[in-house]
């Protein structure tokens, strides 16, 4: 579903898309410098998600470990999601302009994966969501793609920014 459809029927998204934009527009990033990869617009992204979220009554803590990784790291998860009783992993992945962020894609939904199997039913689904507008794979992730490379047992879905909130606006995460 289209950004425009959705904002007359959810006006807390053009909140959290006007509000985001704006912080985008005053991010101080110098091109072609050697200094440490700015996350800020990453940063910036976690938490319009986390007010939303909290704003439809979901209690939300950010970088928990979940687990390890497969090379043996600790997996801290963006966002955990509470609502009722079930818990939900978020993890958020922004990618502005075009890089080697969605090759990573992959193994992320992995992580997922292995973070469901190792929590033993403590979260009931893991969602991955794509934000910016830098990635040349968007569509490819959105509709299912890696599915048929991919065999998981578990309820792992990746999505757009809007998509995860109206799903969260609509009791359907």
Not at 132 to 145: D, Q
Request: include cysteine; aromatic fraction near 8%.
């Amino acid at each position: 579903m289209q950004f425009q459809k959705l904002a007359p029927r959810f006006p807390f998204i053009v909140t959290l898309s006007i509000g985001f934009l704006a912080s985008l527009a005053t991010a101080d990033e110098k091109p072609f410098t050697k200094k440490a990869r700015n996350t800020q617009t990453g940063k910036t992204f976690e938490a319009a998600v986390q007010k939303t979220l909290i704003e439809l009554g979901y209690e939300v803590t950010t970088q928990q470990q979940v687990g390890t990784r497969p090379n043996g790291s600790r997996h801290l998860i963006d966002l955990i999601a509470k609502k009722e009783k079930r818990s939900l992993l978020i993890s958020l992945k922004w990618q502005q302009s075009s890089g080697t962020a969605e090759q990573k894609i992959p193994y992320e939904v992995i992580c997922l994966s292995e973070a469901l199997k190792q929590a033993r039913g403590t979260y009931h689904a893991a969602y991955l969501v794509l934000g910016g507008e830098g990635w040349t794979l968007k569509k490819f992730y959105l509709s299912g793609g890696l599915d048929r490379h991919l065999n998981l047992q578990q309820e792992i879905k990746i999505l757009s920014p809007e998509d995860l909130l109206a799903r969260a606006k609509n009791g359907k995460l």
